[in-house]
């Protein structure tokens, strides 16, 4: 029971999903998931009754899953995390998720030292082309803890002050490289 | 942690060969070799941000990595605990990502082990196979000028170490009587000093600010802090979120002097962000005139000066004064350098602070030294000429930098020592005895150290102190009380 209590939540799959006798595709496994979330509603109702029964035939219910389907994709913002090597790990977000905590939750190595509190610069991200614009301006707070931030640049934001909208889908969130030449000479020093 | 039972008598020459020898028919060595996977023993000194960084990413590096944290003081975390001023608390939610790092089965923390003293780094390189040295700058800067050690003038290192509750400086009793006092340097701590002088108490009394020093910051008669700098407004080392909380400190005004300004507006327009935002923020400050009554409390900066001469009181006993010297400037921007011109102006004071840097200290007569820089020479973290040692933090790169460039720093040593483990550069082949001979070596010398549980002792008496008087902890600062609490 353990093991696969651990492997239901490593692969976020909730209990009713475990006890599905046939196998589905990926994406009926991801709407499975919501279907839990789903609140009883007439129209809807053998659906739901479905997902409780757990059949998972796809053609059950076309329309109202088409709906759950559709709420669901309306609730995910994908997006891509560049770590410091060049890695690139798609994550599937949702709205209102922090950059900071996904990013944790995904194993992605981004620091957040103070804790989301405006109080460092570990969690300075660069957002990608055509995205700074959908995020709202920065705090002054926020500017002024990115000020300290080694290798600054025009996109760079604080992880821990992005929160995910639908607009953000496609966003890439890349870590700034740890450099083996940061101590070159001509650096200047930092305050502290 | 397997513990390492020592069976035979132990004699005054006694020696760290023995207890490895010895160490190797224990238990140290019985969950050793036995799997395929290496376990090799890493051993870092100081258990401040750069050790515990360092730390964090071996661990979550190599999975059969043992990581030991040495600290001279009882209690952990460094300048986390010693240097961040008592009204930033959140800048310290870093303690709780170190906690989980010290926390892990493969993570060892002895406090109240004095490495040059207690053991030498020579001990632990027999014990381990990689030691990394993290034991950032326990050192200040010096003046160089006359009356330097008259009594009222003091490093900002110990100054800040005497409201932090550095158990060296809780006898320190600066003389908080004259109405002006003089800080030297403008970076973040000439700043904290500065706010930590004037804040109302009203705020000092709720941050974990030692008791003691907050009782005297009651009875101080400070009213007004200069805060020096050898240049200009363009090359202040201080930053900006700072700035801000000086201009908005309640009770206080910034006594500007707009003059020094002049031009600059011009010049700031192409120079990076961080800097233009921090030169608009003191020109801002420099040339409004703060609406309503004036404030009691004082605070200004004074560019161009260079401290010449501590001038003694009439009965020499202690500082009553400082002569600056005029400065111009040759040369622009960050490497923009001060030249006398000849003037001089004096000032008189009851309290000097000198904020012109920390600096780290030679640790052992074996390990590789600069001088000139006061830094261990080293490439990527690793002390040159000397394989199987690595450096992380200001003991490293200089006493420069926030949380997040050492982060960075340390993180980077880590991947230096990851590296030469895989390619064999550090030979893991071998068992060493780590923690196990440490242990035999220490309780032979009479040292008990403290390990993280006795730390959490002592944190949770601190902070149900802290809770009946409606702070956040009341610091412990005798080394006698915290090894007291750690060992109940």
């Known amino acids: 029971m353990a093991a696969s209590t651990v492997l239901r939540k490593s692969m976020g799959l909730s209990l009713t999903i475990r006890r599905v006798s046939h196998i589905p595709n990926l994406s009926n496994w991801a709407r499975l998931k919501h279907c839990r979330h789903l609140q009883p509603s007439t129209s809807g109702e053998r659906c739901q009754r479905a997902c409780r029964s757990l059949h998972t035939s796809a053609g059950l219910c076309h329309s109202d899953e088409e709906g759950a389907e559709r709420e669901h994709d309306k609730d995910v913002v994908n997006v891509v995390y560049v770590d410091r090597s060049g890695r690139r790990i798609p994550v599937k977000g949702r709205v209102g998720d922090n950059v900071l905590y996904l990013a944790h939750k995904h194993g992605i190595e981004l620091e957040g030292a103070c804790e989301a509190s405006l109080a460092c610069s570990t969690c300075h991200v660069y957002v990608s082309d055509g995205y700074r614009d959908k995020l709202p301006e920065p705090d002054e707070r926020e500017d002024d803890m990115l000020d300290m931030a080694p290798l600054l640049q025009e996109n760079s934001r604080l992880g821990c002050q992005i929160t995910l909208t639908p607009e953000l889908e496609g966003m890439e969130l890349t870590l700034p490289k740890i450099t083996r030449n940061f101590y070159v000479d001509g650096h200047t020093p930092k305050p502290h | 942690m397997s513990t390492c039972i020592l069976r035979a008598p132990v004699s005054k020459g006694f020696s760290l060969q023995f207890a490895t020898t010895f160490a190797k028919t224990t238990s140290c060595y019985g969950k050793l070799g036995s799997t395929a996977a290496p376990q090799p023993q890493v051993c870092i000194v100081g258990g401040g941000p750069a050790g515990f960084y360092t730390a964090q990413h071996l661990l979550k590096s190599h999975k059969g990595v043992q990581v030991d944290v040495f600290e001279k003081l009882p209690v952990p975390f460094g300048l986390v605990r010693f240097g961040v001023a008592p009204d930033h608390p959140e800048v310290k939610n870093v303690i709780n990502t170190f906690t989980q790092t010290a926390r892990q089965d493969r993570c060892g923390f002895y406090g109240n082990v004095t490495v040059g003293s207690d053991v030498t780094v020579e001990e632990l390189k027999q014990a381990y196979h990689a030691v990394i040295l993290s034991y950032g700058a326990e050192g200040s800067r010096s003046l160089g000028i006359p009356g330097e050690?008259?009594?009222?003038?003091?490093?900002?290192?110990?100054?800040?170490?005497?409201?932090?509750?550095?158990?060296?400086?809780?006898?320190?009793?600066?003389?908080?009587?004259?109405?002006?006092?003089?800080?030297?340097?403008?970076?973040?701590?000439?700043?904290?000093?500065?706010?930590?002088?004037?804040?109302?108490?009203?705020?000092?009394?709720?941050?974990?600010?030692?008791?003691?020093?907050?009782?005297?910051?009651?009875?101080?008669?400070?009213?007004?802090?200069?805060?020096?700098?050898?240049?200009?407004?363009?090359?202040?080392?201080?930053?900006?979120?700072?700035?801000?909380?000086?201009?908005?400190?309640?009770?206080?005004?910034?006594?500007?002097?707009?003059?020094?300004?002049?031009?600059?507006?011009?010049?700031?327009?192409?120079?990076?962000?961080?800097?233009?935002?921090?030169?608009?923020?003191?020109?801002?400050?420099?040339?409004?005139?703060?609406?309503?009554?004036?404030?009691?409390?004082?605070?200004?900066?004074?560019?161009?000066?260079?401290?010449?001469?501590?001038?003694?009181?009439?009965?020499?006993?202690?500082?009553?004064?400082?002569?600056?010297?005029?400065?111009?400037?040759?040369?622009?921007?960050?490497?923009?350098?001060?030249?006398?011109?000849?003037?001089?102006?004096?000032?008189?004071?009851?309290?000097?602070?000198?904020?012109?840097?920390?600096?780290?200290?030679?640790?052992?007569?074996?390990?590789?030294?600069?001088?000139?820089?006061?830094?261990?020479?080293?490439?990527?973290?690793?002390?040159?000429?000397?394989?199987?040692?690595?450096?992380?933090?200001?003991?490293?790169?200089?006493?420069?930098?926030?949380?997040?460039?050492?982060?960075?720093?340390?993180?980077?040593?880590?991947?230096?020592?990851?590296?030469?483990?895989?390619?064999?550069?550090?030979?893991?082949?071998?068992?060493?005895?780590?923690?196990?001979?440490?242990?035999?070596?220490?309780?032979?010398?009479?040292?008990?150290?403290?390990?993280?549980?006795?730390?959490?002792?002592?944190?949770?008496?601190?902070?149900?102190?802290?809770?009946?008087?409606?702070?956040?902890?009341?610091?412990?600062?005798?080394v006698r009380d915290m090894l007291k609490v750690a060992s109940l």
């Not at chain 2, 550095?166 to 003089?182: I, Q, R, T, Y």
């Not at chain 2, 009875?219 to 200009?232: K, N, P, Y």
């Not at chain 2, 973290?381 to 200089?398: D, F, H, I, N, T």
Request: net charge positive; glycine share 10%; hydrophobic share 40%.
């Open chain 2, 149 to 478: 050690d008259l009594s009222g003038v003091h490093s900002a290192k110990d100054f800040v170490g005497w409201y932090n509750g550095v158990p060296g400086n809780k006898d320190l009793k600066p003389d908080l009587s004259a109405e002006m006092a003089v800080i030297l340097g403008q970076g973040n701590v000439a700043l904290d000093v500065a706010r930590i002088l004037l804040s109302p108490l009203e705020l000092l009394k709720k941050t974990d600010i030692t008791a003691g020093s907050l009782e005297a910051i009651a009875g101080s008669r400070v009213r007004r802090v200069l805060i020096v700098g050898r240049r200009g407004p363009l090359q202040v080392a201080c930053t900006i979120k700072e700035l801000r909380e000086m201009i908005n400190l309640p009770g206080t005004q910034p006594a500007l002097d707009p003059r020094d300004f002049q031009g600059l507006r011009e010049a700031v327009q192409d120079i990076p962000r961080p800097r233009k935002r921090l030169t608009e923020l003191l020109m801002k400050a420099a040339l409004e005139k703060a609406a309503g009554k004036e404030a009691e409390r004082e605070w200004s900066l004074r560019f161009l000066r260079s401290p010449t001469h501590i001038l003694p009181s009439p009965d020499r006993s202690r500082a009553a004064g400082i002569r600056l010297a005029v400065t111009r400037l040759e040369g622009s921007g960050e490497h923009a350098r001060a030249v006398l011109t000849g003037e001089v102006e004096e000032v008189e004071c009851g309290l000097i602070v000198s904020s012109i840097g920390y600096q780290s200290l030679p640790i052992d007569p074996t390990v590789p030294f600069d001088p000139r820089q006061a830094i261990i020479p080293n490439r990527m973290g690793r002390v040159q000429q000397a394989p199987g040692l690595y450096c992380s933090g200001w003991v490293k790169r200089g006493p420069t930098g926030v949380i997040a460039t050492t982060m960075n720093d340390s993180f980077d040593t880590a991947r230096s020592v990851l590296d030469d483990m895989e390619s064999g550069q550090l030979d893991t082949s071998t068992p060493r005895a780590g923690s196990c001979a440490m242990h035999a070596l220490l309780k032979q010398r009479g040292v008990t150290p403290v390990s993280f549980a006795g730390w959490e002792k002592i944190d949770a008496v601190e902070t149900a102190r802290g809770r009946e008087v409606g702070k956040p902890r009341e610091k412990l600062v005798d």
